[in-house]
């Protein structure tokens, strides 16, 4: 007889910071106190607060505790189970006040999301397809099978779902052209390629509820006329793959893959393709090349994936936020997805909230939600009371939404007039210490690394534009150099072959527009006003302030720093490598940074 | 897997299975588990509560734990609050009269006047 279930979050970020040595702990703890046959234990995919990791959530009161650690879990079982006592000092923190949260339902980081996609990441088992099942797991199948493919497609075009990976096309227009496109055999295709730096609910959906996208591809596969299934998923995500594989064992023991599904006469079934983890084989073309053995390098479209994608064949490929959403719309119809979300981007989304941010992790919000209500209201604002400053949406591809748009709706539409992308979801928090033509920098090393090169456009002019930017934050950047910015940027834009190339100018070209004064100030007063670029920033002693402590002649990693004792010390300009670490040991104020 | 029917009966055996992670919002009793309750037995009460609440099929009421109420020489003692009701605390509780509360209380809606300390909330 059970009377207690441990949760565990077993998601990526938990496990990394020590969730295996927190149930080792925990299952030593019950065994030590005669309990083991009363409580379970139980590993489930992400619970979102990624950075109040490893958490633990007892049931059936939903005790929520938080930042557990071997040294500290035993008493969860010894005082909580045993005693009936709440270990108060795992309790999560309120923000605003002192008290302590219970449950989930008491933090505004869980209260004010809309799990859809999400729905059974962190409350069920993703090793059990009882407990998907349990949660209407399969459902959505059963339902498919029973309306037919043309009403099937019918429901996804009339929820008005779009892509979620990032360009946000309407989901049942591939549908139908999938359908509707001649050629034989059809394949369905999952796009798991996740590669925005700091996006993963792509990720987090495959560990924590991996069915969904299963149940989703047999939904397609049955929808279009096609019998076979590909999951691209990057080797960068080891755990994904293993319990991907684990439910694709499981849905075919159980008859939802393989032949004749519940008694339907479709036959369908599915197969993991391992990317090596290139940031092109994101793009679908590049995707369906990397499946069919080939260097993943995109191809013009038309045509598209619809009319001729893997082996020439149509091929419907969609993305796995995408994917999860299917199995709740055919259950609950085209009406209750549109009963959230925007007019013209209907549902929720998921955002992977990283960056100068308090509470990081993944959030589900309704499309439409602002920016403030996510940086703000779920995400705690901005640590050390620094200023707001902007947020990178869509990763390398996208660009900057400034403090001016805090409170516009966020949607496919309203980002694009922005100069940015949905993208992913992956939501940057930038603050007043980041510098806006670093952060632009930054991604688009990332794109010159990325670049598949088979396009001169992407290979050629990002690099040249990579030059101009580190020659700007070197402080050698030149009065014509934001001009050749733009130009470069508007050239690639316009002629590169794939997405990549396309929006890899988005950050240089975002942060010009909302932040033209800081590309001025580095590039005519050599100055970086957030003291980002090193080779603009000077530290030097104030000899006023300076008691001559020695502190930081000691801590100079190069000597740099000279100076008897209780007198002013100096630093030699020549020597300094910028490296902050007397800023840090001076406890008078007395080095000045600028 | 051959119909929905059979989806259906998965389904609805998983659930109780997960019944623990369910919201439970007719009621809730609490069992007083601290050292003088565990001498006294309140383990044993605990999962008599459990097992006769899941034999009466009653998936609604949540079980759990709290430390010493402070009433020691009553103990084993467990505090029933149902819905829109005033709670009852009551002493003594063993095996027998953790299986009578439930049956009498929680199903009956009748509250077991013998063995009652109080009523209304601490």
Redesign the interface.
Known sequence: ?????L?ICAGGACITSGEKSVKDVLVEELAKNGIQD?VQIIETGCMGACDLGPIVVV???GTFYQKVTPQNAGPIVSE??????VVSGLLYRQPTSETRAQTREEISFYTLQVKRVLRNCG??DPL?I??Y??R?G??GL?KALEIGPDAIIQTIQESGLRGRGGAGFPTGIKWKAARDASGSPKYVVCNGDEGDPGAFMDRSVLEGDPHSVIEAMVIAGFAIGAATGYVYVRAEYPLAIERLEVALTRARE???LGRNI??SGFDFDIEIRIGAGAFVCGEETALLRSIEGKRGMPSAKPPFPAQAGLWGKPTLINNVETYANVPPILINGAEWFRSVGTAKSPGTKVFALAGKVQNTGLVEVPMGTTLRELVFDIGGGIPGGKAFKGAQTGGPSGGIITADYLDMPIDFDSVKELGTIMGSGGLIILDEDNCMVDVAKFYLAFTVDESCGKCTPCREGTKQMYQIMERITDGKGTPNDIGKLKTLGRVIQQTSLCGLGQSAPNPVLSTIRFFPDEYRAHIEDRKCPAHACLHLLTYSVVSEKCVGCTACARQCPVQAITGQVKKAHVIDQATCIKCGSCYEVCRFDAILKE | ????EE?KR??E???K??D??QA?DRGKI??????CG?AAGAKDT??AV??EL?KAGVHDV??????CMGLCDREPTIEVSMKDQPSVIYGDVDDANARRIVREHVQGGQVVAELVIKRGNL
């Open positions: 007889m059970i009377r207690n279930q949760l009363e049931y059936p009161e909580h189970l045993v005693k009936g006592r409350v069920i059990s009882e407990e099942i349990a209407d399969y459902f059963g159980y008859g939802f519940l008694g | 897997m051959k119909s929905l989806l998965i389904k055996e998983t659930l299975a997960m623990l992670r439970k609490v069992v007083a588990m601290g050292t565990i605990l999962m459990i097992d899941d949540q079980v759990v734990q709290s430390g």
